[in-house]
């Protein structure tokens, strides 16, 4: 197979293979960093270095011999590996030491490295092969339709990565949670799939938009629950009947279950307002007895579904009303373009899908195989157990709606823990043992026991905090610590958060699929006393709570599972209950003072760069779920900068770059969906200008190619740019500022053509800048709008010449379209030209002459249309040219048509039949007879005969008859 080569070449030194090789575990573990490295230009743990070795960083491998060893390496531009010749976006790779080793290291000449630039390179020679024995069965099966089952961290995601990489020459369609883990997707395939493979990634939300045609509201648990609170409200509590004081869990109920577990056109289930329910005796059946909510509570649930308006079922529930539209278009064949020819669909983290938004990628595989005649495969995965949204999710009902519409599924089970260390995997198998006082049919299946990784050792933590404002102030400090998350265990950050700081805090879903070096929980012991009351006590009606209380265990699992090193449980004004069910769930943990949590995150070795780094992360990985504080740690990532020449100012060109790119992507995003809560636009707006205009941000130039050895503080000797080079740089500002209003001008005011828009972000895609891909990314949650915007243009008699001067296909790719866009762009130019030539019609001469001159600048860039061709001529008033043009086009009747209206009827007749050639044949005749008139007839005709002779014109034009004049001769 080919391959395109590595996002970030890996330029390897040899004595780091040769000091892992006798450790297979660290070998292994050795393929994987490099694989990260090689992908994203950086691990998921980073640590930096201090003094004489800054810049270097260090990437954790495991531990041999009761040692933690390290990987030292630097991006190209650091400090250490300045002066050196490597090409853009390179990492240096230099060596392996143990945790305490901090003796000065020189990254050395550019001959004593081994340059890795394929795939390929990274042969068993280099580094170990990081897969496991279920890992390649998976991969190696010839399943058309497989899933697999794995708990957090045993490598679901990897795997299928590795089975997209495994193949060539296939189309793949990837499908995952967030934009931010469709990126990762993206920087994965384009270093590891092959040349001949070509991936269309997407989170769930865009590929519902793109089935559906319209763009899917998107929003978190929390403002689903608040409009179904307010739904609620205006239909009246009492409605609710026992659910009354139970509305998260009725909601659950409802999106789970009533709406989630149904499939258009199936048994039992019906379309109601809009979206896809289940029948009220399905219903019944399924939930209606004491094994579910009971009869009572089914009566009351179905009532409140009953009543609900349809604006408010859109409201909270957008996803599903959209997943059942996608099902309708799907079964129509109505595809769009460019999803009708995938090989392979992927989609992994299904267990936050309900039955329902499953059926859309079920359905899509159905669609593509009646038009292609084969169906693709299907690859998922995911762990019903982690699901961070009611979905009611199965296995078993998963399994029959694949056995019935696509075919039965291959089952894979992953059981080794590849992200967390052995003591945080028991953590989450504690957390697990919760599962068991569930009714059986709302447990998660296939929660086996799971082994944990040995490549790094865990901490454990334990910090009660008894007074909530000393919580507050720890908070307060641990938002400035680095690689440090807090999650809240419930779906809101805890009462005593105040409202200035719950952007800090994370909820589960918020943290789903991203990783941490250091997690802090708060308050896990009070989840965990309450969950633990309602085991004890038989409430009444405590049934209406086992979808509410699965979701709760879930988030708790999903929030405990996102350390890789350090897992911290804080305890706020806890009882003693509630402290020791933390202590219990952690096992042996540390017992630490606020004061001790903080002087151990302090003792990190953080660099400016590692920082700055950690909190670009933050910002990439959280705005889809937490767009408040993505923007507070993007600029505090800018803020970080500080002056490159100081010692505490980062002077990493490639890393001050990404962080003004990272500060105008997540604005450009806010802008796009609306900034949230306590974020205001002109905030974003005057930041993302600051950043544009605060320095010179034209990459460094690369550096004479050199073998000599360079310290760590020597540095290349640069000159002042010319004042040419200066005003370049001033332009590329100046157009970065424009298109950033002109996004915002857009997104406020959605019915507005975006013509200006994406022309200046076609500017900014063309020129190709290092930093100046900030837009791109913003654009897709709004490409549904955004492509209507571009058919309304069309039809608009005011906008439709925009068409005649820019690259339209280029604006459709800017939208992610995946389609055939040139032949697309055409129908759009040839839909604004129809529009141009139509208004005209209705115009007066000198409009009438300056719109057809812009729909003839139209036509040529759509040239050869000779139908159009045609048209324009006849309303231009040249019958020779529009005959012409509709001739050679082959367009008979429309040529017929324009010699007729010019009365040409000789050039007529030879193209007339039937009635229409004989009325030409008898003007021509009549046109011959009146030619052989005898001279000076008029004067010898008498009234009468010229009476005669006006009544036989009158019958000709079909005129009423004339008044005789009454007078004689």
């Known amino acids: 197979m080919q391959f395109r080569g590595l996002r970030h070449g890996v330029w390897l030194h040899p004595e780091v293979s040769d000091h892992l090789r006798v450790w297979a575990h660290l070998y292994n573990r050795l393929g994987i960093v490099l694989q990260h490295l090689a992908a994203h230009g950086r691990t998921t743990v980073v640590k930096g270095c201090?003094?004489?070795?800054?810049?270097?960083?260090?990437?954790?491998?495991?531990?041999?011999?009761?040692?933690?060893?390290?990987?030292?390496?630097?991006?190209?531009?650091?400090?250490?590996?300045?002066?050196?010749?490597?090409?853009?976006?390179?990492?240096?790779?230099?060596?392996?030491?143990?945790?305490?080793?901090?003796?000065?290291?020189?990254?050395?000449?550019?001959?004593?490295?081994?340059?890795?630039?394929?795939?390929?390179?990274?042969?068993?020679?280099?580094?170990?092969?990081?897969?496991?024995?279920?890992?390649?069965?998976?991969?190696e099966d010839e399943g058309p339709v497989r899933l697999i089952l794995g708990r957090p961290g045993s490598g679901k995601t990897t795997v299928l990565w590795k089975a997209v990489e495994a193949r060539s020459g296939q189309r793949v369609l990837y499908l995952t949670w967030s934009s931010a883990l469709t990126r990762h997707a993206e920087e994965r395939f384009a270093s590891f799939a092959p040349a001949d493979v070509e991936v269309v990634a997407r989170d769930f939300a865009t590929f519902v938009g793109e089935i559906c045609g319209a763009d899917v509201a998107?929003?978190?648990?929390?403002?689903?629950?608040?409009?179904?609170?307010?739904?609620?409200?205006?239909?009246?509590?009492?409605?609710?009947?026992?659910?009354?004081?139970?509305?998260?869990?009725?909601?659950?109920?409802?999106?789970?279950?009533?709406?989630?577990?149904?499939?258009?056109?199936?048994?039992?289930?019906?379309?109601?307002?809009?979206?896809?329910?289940?029948?009220?005796?399905?219903?019944?059946?399924?939930?209606?007895?004491?094994?579910?909510?009971?009869?009572?509570?089914?009566?009351?649930?179905?009532?409140?579904?009953?009543?609900?308006?349809?604006?408010?079922?859109?409201?909270?529930?957008?996803?599903?009303?959209?997943?059942?539209?996608?099902?309708?278009?799907?079964?129509?064949?109505?595809?769009?373009?460019?999803?009708?020819?995938?090989d392979r669909i992927v989609v992994d983290e299904l267990q936050d899908l309900t039955l329902l938004e499953t059926a859309v990628v079920v359905e899509l595989c159905r669609a593509i195989g009646r038009r292609r005649g084969r169906a693709p495969w299907l690859l998922m995965a995911g762990d019903a157990g982690q699901t961070v949204r009611p979905t009611g999710f199965d296995w078993g009902p998963l399994n029959d709606l694949l056995a019935r519409r696509a075919g039965a599924p291959g089952r894979f089970q992953l059981d080794a823990h590849l992200r967390c260390p052995s003591r945080i995997a028991e953590v989450?198998?504690?957390?697990?043992?919760?599962?068991?006082?569930?009714?059986?049919?709302?447990?998660?299946?296939?929660?086996?026991?799971?082994?944990?990784?040995q490549h790094v050792d865990a901490h454990l933590v334990h910090v009660p905090v008894p007074d909530r404002l000393e919580a507050v102030e720890l908070l307060e400090r641990l938002d400035e610590a680095d690689d440090v998350v807090v999650v809240s265990v419930r779906n809101d950050p805890p009462s005593w958060v105040p409202e200035r700081l719950r952007d800090s805090v994370l909820t589960p879903?918020?943290?789903?699929?991203?990783?941490?070096?250091?997690?802090?929980?708060?308050?896990?012991?009070?989840?965990?006393?309450?969950?633990?009351?309602?085991?004890?006590?038989?409430?009444?009606?405590?049934?209406?709570?086992?979808?509410?209380?699965?979701?709760?265990?879930?988030?708790?699992?999903?929030?405990?599972?996102?350390?890789?090193?350090?897992?911290?449980?804080?305890?706020?004004?806890?009882?003693?209950?509630?402290?020791?069910?933390?202590?219990?769930?952690?096992?042996?943990?540390?017992?630490?003072?606020?004061?001790?949590?903080?002087?151990?995150?302090?003792?990190?070795?953080?660099?400016?760069?590692?920082?700055?780094?950690?909190?670009?992360?933050?910002?990439?990985?959280?705005?889809?779920?937490?767009?408040?504080?993505?923007?507070?740690?993007?600029?505090?990532?800018?803020?970080?900068?500080?002056?490159?020449?100081?010692?505490?100012?980062?002077?990493?060109?490639?890393?001050?770059?990404?962080?003004?790119?990272?500060?105008?992507?997540?604005?450009?995003?806010?802008?796009?969906?609306?900034?949230?809560?306590?974020?205001?636009?002109?905030?974003?707006?005057?930041?993302?200008?600051e950043a544009i205009f605060s320095e010179d941000w034209s990459p460094p130039a690369a550096p004479e190619p050199t073998a000599h050895r360079t310290g760590p503080g020597e540095r290349p000797d640069t000159s002042e740019r010319p004042d040419l080079e200066r005003h370049r740089v001033f332009l590329r500002g100046h157009q970065e500022e424009q298109t950033l209003l002109e996004l915002a001008a857009w997104s406020d005011d959605r019915s507005a053509p975006p013509f200006a828009l994406l022309e200046r972000a076609h500017t900014l895609d063309r020129q190709q800048q290092p930093g100046g891909d900030w837009l791109r990314p913003a654009l897709l949650p709004a490409a549904q709008a955004l492509r209507e915007g571009l058919n309304a243009g069309a039809a608009d008699p005011e906008s439709a010449a925009w068409f005649a001067e820019t690259e339209a296909e280029a604006w459709l790719r800017l939208t992610g379209y995946e389609g055939d866009a040139p032949a697309k762009s055409r129908l759009l130019r040839g839909k604004a030209f129809d529009t141009l030539l139509k208004a005209a019609a209705s115009e007066h001469r000198p409009a009438r002459r300056k719109r057809l001159e812009k729909a003839e600048a139209l036509l040529a860039t759509i040239t050869p249309d000779l139908l159009r061709l045609g048209r324009l001529r006849e309303a231009q008033e040249r019958p020779e040219e529009a005959a012409a043009a509709y001739e050679r086009a082959g367009a008979h009747k429309e040529t017929l048509r324009v010699w007729r209206n010019a009365g040409d009827w000789e050039r007529a007749v030879e193209l007339a039949q039937g009635d229409i050639r004989a009325d030409l044949d008898w003007l021509i005749e009549l046109e011959g007879l009146i030619g052989r008139r005898p001279a000076q007839q008029n004067k010898r005709l008498r009234n009468g005969e010229r009476d005669r002779l006006e009544k036989l014109l009158d019958t000709v034009q079909k005129r009423p008859p004339r008044k005789r004049s009454g007078k004689g001769e």
């Not at 810049?55 to 390290?70: C, I, K, T, V």
């Not at 939930?287 to 089914?298: E, Q």
């Not at 989450?428 to 990784?453: C, F, H, I, M």
């Not at 402290?579 to 953080?606: C, I, K, N, T």
């Open 509 to 689: 879903a918020e943290a789903k699929g991203l990783e941490y070096q250091s997690v802090c929980l708060l308050d896990p012991g009070r989840l965990l006393s309450r969950l633990r009351s309602e085991e004890q006590e038989y409430m009444v009606d405590a049934e209406l709570d086992q979808q509410a209380r699965r979701t709760a265990i879930d988030h708790l699992r999903v929030t405990l599972s996102r350390a890789t090193e350090t897992l911290v449980c804080i305890d706020v004004d806890a009882t003693d209950e509630e402290r020791a069910l933390s202590v219990a769930l952690l096992g042996d943990a540390a017992p630490y003072s606020p004061e001790d949590l903080l002087d151990h995150f302090a003792q990190a070795d953080a660099s400016p760069e590692e920082r700055v780094q950690a909190r670009t992360s933050d910002a990439r990985l959280l705005i889809d779920s937490a767009p408040g504080r993505a923007w507070q740690r993007a600029r505090q990532a800018f803020r970080l900068l500080g002056d490159p020449d100081l010692p505490n100012g980062v002077s990493d060109r490639a890393v001050r770059l990404d962080a003004r790119t990272t500060l105008l992507a997540t604005a450009a995003r806010l802008l796009v969906d609306g900034p949230p809560d306590g974020v205001r636009r002109h905030e974003v707006l005057h930041a993302a200008r």
């Open 428 to 453: 989450v198998e504690r957390a697990s043992e919760r599962y068991v006082d569930l009714e059986k049919n709302v447990r998660p299946t296939k929660q086996r026991r799971q082994d944990g990784g």
């Open 218 to 342: 998107r929003q978190g648990l929390g403002a689903s629950r608040a409009r179904f609170d307010a739904a609620l409200t205006r239909l009246g509590r009492d409605m609710a009947g026992p659910w009354k004081n139970r509305r998260d869990a009725l909601h659950a109920e409802l999106r789970a279950i009533l709406f989630g577990r149904a499939i258009p056109g199936e048994t039992g289930c019906r379309l109601e307002r809009g979206v896809a329910r289940l029948d009220d005796d399905a219903y019944r059946d399924l939930r209606g007895d004491h094994d579910g909510v009971g009869p009572k509570a089914a009566r009351a649930l179905l009532k409140v579904a009953r009543f609900l308006p349809a604006d408010g079922v859109r409201a909270v529930f957008p996803e599903l009303v959209a997943a059942t539209g996608a099902i309708g278009r799907l079964r129509d064949d109505d595809l769009p373009e460019g999803f009708d020819d995938f």
């Open 50 to 139: 201090r003094d004489g070795n800054r810049g270097w960083r260090r990437s954790p491998l495991g531990g041999a011999n009761g040692m933690q060893y390290y990987l030292w390496w630097t991006p190209r531009g650091s400090r250490v590996a300045n002066g050196l010749a490597l090409p853009a976006d390179a990492v240096l790779v230099r060596a392996v030491r143990h945790h305490d080793d901090h003796a000065p290291l020189e990254a050395g000449g550019l001959d004593d490295y081994l340059p890795l630039s394929a795939p390929d390179d990274l042969n068993d020679d280099i580094a170990g092969r990081p897969w496991t024995d279920a890992q390649t069965r998976f991969v």
